[in-house]
C-alpha cells in the first residue's frame, strides 16, 4: 500500500525523541542552496499546490533544509545529473513535526476534498489515515527528501514525465508501477541510480521518497518551521 511520505521510513528499536532547539541552526539543519545554488524547487508544502489545498502550518518559506550530511549527498546528486544534462526539483526535505501534525487534522476534516480528483481519486479520504496518513514522519529527521527529475539539455530545466504527481495515493506512484509507460519508468530509473549512488534508499511505493542511510540522526526529531 501506498504510505505518503510522513510516515517514517525506518523502523528504531529506541524512540525517537523531539530535540529541544529553537532554530533551524540550533538543530544543524541547513538551506541547500548553500551548497547548490542552482538546484531547482518547488516546495508544496509552502504554497497551496498540495494535497491540503492550502499552504501548511510550519512552512513559513519555500526552503529546503537538510542536516548538513543529507545536504552534502544531494548536491552531489544535482552535480551528477547537471553533468549528464538533467537535475532534480525539490518539493519537501526536512518537515516540522507540527507540519505532520496538519496533516492528520487535514485527514481528519470530512469538508475538506478539493484535491480529491488530483492526488486521491481511487480512495475515501477516511481510508487515508493509518495507511497513508501517519502521526510520525521521517522528514522530521531532516535526512528525507521529496523529489522529481528535470531535464536541463536545452538550457532550461524542465519537469520530465514521472507518471503521476508528487504525493499522488494509488499504485501508479510505486517506483516500479506496471501501469506506467516505459519513458516514464526509465525517468524514475535516472533519478534512482543518481539518488543510490550518492547513499539515498528509495521507498518503493513512493517514487519521489529518498532518505539517506544511514541516517546522520536516527533517534532525533525536530519541530522548529522552516524559515
Known sequence: MLVLALIATTTHAQ???????????????????????????????????????????????????????????????????????????????????????????????????????LQYP?????????????ETSGHSRGATVDLGLVDCRSGTCVDVDMGTDFDYFGPEAHTDAAQITTTQYNNRQRLLVAMEAQGFKNYPLEWWHYTLHPEPDPLTAYDVPVR
Not at 78 to 86: H, I, T
Open 15 to 117: 524512540p525517537v525523541h523531539t530535540a529541544l532547539v529553537r532554530t533551524a541552526e540550533q538543530a544543524g539543519l541547513v538551506d541547500i542552496t548553500t551548497l547548490s545554488p542552482d538546484i531547482q524547487r518547488d516546495m508544496r508544502y509552502a504554497g497551496s499546490n498540495n494535497f491540503t489545498g492550502r499552504p501548511v502550518p510550519g512552512y513559513d518559506a519555500p526552503k529546503c533544509l537538510l542536516l548538513k550530511p543529507a545536504a552534502a549527498a544531494l548536491a552531489k546528486v544535482e552535480a551528477s545529473l547537471r553533468a549528464q544534462g538533467f537535475g532534480v526539483k525539490l518539493f519537501d526535505c526536512y518537515r516540522p513535526e507540527q507540519s505532520v501534525q496538519a496533516f492528520v487534522d487535514w485527514a481528519n476534516d470530512p469538508l475538506e476534498v478539493s484535491r480529491k480528483t
Open 122 to 134: 481511487g480512495i475515501d479520504k477516511p481510508q487515508l489515515l493509518g495507511g497513508y496518513i501517519a
